[in-house]
């Protein structure tokens, strides 16, 4: 299944977590990056998976669909998790919505080295990845569990673009990017408790 891994997870190295508070004396800017990771790592990940959309949820997902240019997609929900791991199954990774998200994450890293060195960025990330890995992968697992569901493919599968999502959105939170833009309002969607698995065709899988 594609998304088998965790972002990162090939050459994830000890992190020193002294290494961000250091940098911060320096770079006070990165005091966001503390700040958002306490959130993410507060954050009740899938809680509200399967479960009929709220209003704000359906609007945040309208926003995020037209902030990446395809106001055009309709929202699908998806209610459980075996059509939640057939439709994670048929992304296309070279797919428009996959590429526009890439390009949208190197113009971030771009934006964000404008102001802060290449080893600050990369010490922030990684603190990110640190904080928060394993809490949301046993916390992806805890939910498919309340499903009955224990294929381990599609758990990592699901924290993996939890994660990624992460990512992206401490990207935003270093390149000092608008709450609006499209990575930081995917990464809303998993704090309102679901999984936006992605566009396929003219539809937006999100369970």
């Known amino acids: 299944m594609a998304g088998h891994n965790m972002p990162g997870e090939e050459q994830r190295r000890p992190f020193d977590p002294e290494a961000l508070e250091t940098l911060i004396e320096e770079i006070p800017s990165l005091v966001t990056i503390r700040t958002f990771t306490a ?16 209003p704000e949820t359906a609007d945040i997902s309208y926003r995020f669909l037209s902030e990446l240019g395809f106001p055009e997609v309709a929202l699908a929900r998806i209610e459980n998790w075996s059509d939640a791991a057939a439709a994670a199954e048929s992304l296309d990774w070279n797919d428009p919505a996959w590429e526009a998200e890439e390009q949208l994450a190197a113009a971030l890293t771009m934006e964000a080295l404008d102001h802060i060195s290449e080893e ?5 990330l990684s603190y990110v990845q640190a904080r928060v890995g394993q809490g949301l992968y046993d916390n992806v697992a805890d939910c498919a569990a309340l ?3 224990n294929d381990e493919q599609v758990i990592n599968a699901a924290a993996g673009a939890a994660l990624r999502a992460c990512h992206q959105a401490a990207l935003v939170q270093c390149a000092n990017a608008e709450l609006s833009h499209p990575l930081a309002l995917k990464f809303q969607l998993f704090k309102a408790g679901h999984w ?4 396929a065709g003219s539809s937006f899988n999100l369970f």
């Open 39 to 54: 959130e993410a790592a507060r954050t009740a990940w899938l809680k509200n998976a399967g479960d009929p959309l709220t």
């Open 120 to 124: 600050a960025l990369s010490v922030a």
């Open 147 to 149: 499903w009955d569901e």
């Open 196 to 199: 936006p698995i992605g566009i």
